[in-house]
């Protein structure tokens, strides 16, 4: 439809009746909000820190510096003025119906201008080349400021996105042409409806907004996400051992451990039987043990990063090897779940336990010197602000921890969805993906703040003795067994470059290997799917831009790459094995019931 069939297109009046019972609806549930908030706020009459995300002193100290160079400001101001200049002077040629080039063109990946409008009509192009001007200047003013030091230098440039996001055309109803036609067309129905989600997100997230990016009624774990055949065989107060089912007559003889996050559900390694690195690695031959972690609540808050060790992956080995006879085995750690193997290994190299003969590290941080964005949240300030806020329930709530990742890819997880539920009226749409994003977990007061203190914040692990496990101080250099450190090109929370560093702090024999894609993507990508790709190299230089430099691209799946790896460490060939045939029994069925539990 182009914009003046748009402009043209008869609008439809709403049914009288149907607009008064819905805006009635609105009201008293709008009203129901502001009652519930009012509550709150008399329950608890301490004033809330006004920045406990530390934003304002960043920004101070911003703006003393940029006024240490008023030439530069002046310099940058003339520059833009030009850029507009030139912007008016084609924007009229186009309106005489010349042709013109672009001053400024949307980014390659920047979806928000997708419809044909901001090309085709000349007021909508002018407003969107005004935007992308003066958000690219902005960042560009920021980012060329002297005198700011690096963790602040990141804030100030992560939250100058974060403005630079909110404010573009595409969020707005006026100048938004999709949102404009859908509003003629519908008479206004997508704005009723778009307010109807708005206020059910609110509701559901009791008075924060919870933003639903999928139909959340369309999944249930067990049955359509996390369906892989297996058992419970074993459960700890942090932790439920999953056993699955072998799918080969002949396995490998030592079992393969795997150790996900704890701040998302493991079965991002099993949404799909198509996409599911756990099915994939049964059916390669490995009998696969899963640890499913906890969703913790206020009785667990003082659980500690070591407890995690302690009552996760040593209690596995102790499971693992009940059920199936072997003290052998190899093991897998995704993201934190891979910084607290990296931690166990060292211990267990310190008191001589010898049970774990590889590991395999995907997207897994060890020296958090440079973490990525996620470490504008993390200093002084904020962590004694959470730690405040952790100290009422015992535990940060899974939908603080997901708001953070979703400011990192602000566009894609947070305003399209803003667009598309409350200015378009739509319902989201089933993606099982999404649906594991949203099935968030709390972490534990004593645990999380540990992790952001020691590792984020003083980058303790890297340091030998930096810290203790069990009470005995570590060193991950003291690791020696083979590792396989898988890492991700497009990785927005932990930086392949970063994730390189581990490679330079353990002792044995290390492979790295880069996927293409993102956290999630570049990891669960199986060889069927021919997406992507991704690079090896034999040895591991200190510098990772040497590594990339001599790496060579393979097309497909990292899959395949470290099965190859792994079959040559897996002990040779056993009779496969069953739950329950040794000497633990079947709990009940996978996936088990800690992994069911959701935020209330």
Not at 344 to 367: C, H, N, P, Q, W
Not at 372 to 380: A, K, P, Y
């Amino acid at each position: 439809m182009s914009d003046q069939q748009a402009i043209e297109t008869e609008i439809t009046h709403p049914d009288p009746e149907k607009l008064s019972a819905a805006m009635a609806e609105i009201a008293e549930r709008s009203q129901r909000l502001v009652s519930d908030f009012l509550a709150k706020q008399a329950e608890d009459p301490e004033i809330s820190d006004p920045d406990p995300l530390n934003i304002g002193s960043a920004f101070a100290e911003l703006t003393t510096q940029m006024m240490q160079n008023p030439a530069k400001l002046v310099e940058a101001q003339m520059e833009l003025w030009q850029q507009y200049y030139t912007l008016w002077h084609n924007t009229t040629l186009r309106m005489l119906g010349e042709d013109s080039e672009p001053v400024v063109t949307p980014q390659k990946g920047d979806r928000r201008f997708r419809d044909e409008a901001w090309e085709n009509n000349e007021l909508f192009d002018f407003i969107k080349q005004s935007y992308l001007l003066s958000s690219q200047w902005m960042q560009n003013l920021v980012h060329e400021v002297d005198g700011l030091d690096e963790k602040t230098a990141q804030k100030v440039e992560f939250y100058t996105r974060q403005f630079v996001d909110a404010i573009s055309p595409t969020n707005f109803l006026m100048t938004n042409p999709e949102v404009l036609r859908t509003t003629i067309e519908t008479g206004g129905e997508n704005l009723l409806k778009g307010l109807q989600n708005l206020l059910s997100d609110l509701e559901r997230g009791k008075g924060k907004l919870q933003i639903r990016m999928t139909d959340l009624d369309a999944f249930k774990i067990g049955e359509n996400v996390a369906t892989t055949e297996g058992s419970v065989i074993g459960r700890t107060p942090l932790m439920e051992l999953l056993q699955y089912k072998p799918s080969t007559d002949q396995v490998a003889k030592r079992p393969l451990m795997i150790v996900p996050p704890w701040i998302n559900k493991y079965y991002i390694l099993d949404l799909r039987p198509e996409n599911s690195f756990i099915k994939w690695a049964i059916d390669q031959g490995h009998t696969v043990f899963v640890l499913s972690w906890v969703n913790p609540d206020s009785k667990l808050a003082e659980k500690s990063f070591e407890d995690y060790a302690k009552e996760g992956i040593l209690a596995a080995l102790d499971m693992i090897e009940q059920a199936t006879g072997e003290n052998e085995i190899n093991a897998i750690g995704y993201c934190l779940g891979g910084t607290l193997l990296s931690s166990t290994l060292a211990y267990m190299a310190k008191v001589g336990d010898e049970r774990i003969k590889s590991a395999t590290f995907f997207t897994t941080l060890t020296d958090f010197e440079k973490p990525g964005e996620l470490s504008v949240f993390v200093d002084d300030e904020q962590i004694e602000s959470l730690e405040r806020n952790m100290s009422k329930e015992g535990y940060l709530d899974g939908r603080d921890m997901s708001m953070s990742f979703n400011m990192l890819r602000a566009n894609d997880l947070i305003w399209s969805f803003v667009v598309s539920n409350y200015m378009l009226g739509k319902d989201p749409f089933p993606f099982d993906l999404l649906y594991w994003n949203s099935d968030s977990t709390r972490m534990p007061k004593a645990m999380h703040s540990f992790y952001l203190r020691n590792m984020y914040n003083k980058n303790l692990l890297r340091e030998p003795g930096g810290i203790s496990i069990l009470g005995e101080p570590i060193d991950l250099r003291d690791i020696k067994i083979p590792v396989y450190f898988l890492s991700t090109r497009e990785d927005h929370i932990a930086p392949w470059q970063a994730t390189y560093a581990g490679t330079q702090l353990m002792s044995g024999q290390v492979k790295f290997v880069l996927s293409a894609s993102g956290h999630i993507a570049g990891v669960v990508n199986p060889p069927a799917a021919k997406k992507y790709c991704y690079w090896t190299y034999n040895r591991t230089p200190a510098n990772p831009d040497d590594w990339m430099a001599k790496a060579t691209q393979h097309e497909g799946s990292w899959w395949t790459d470290w099965q190859n790896w792994i079959s040559r460490r897996s002990g040779g060939k056993v009779p496969a094995r069953k739950e329950g045939d040794g000497k633990l029994k079947v709990l009940g069925p996978a996936p088990g019931e800690y992994v069911k539990v959701t935020l209330s």
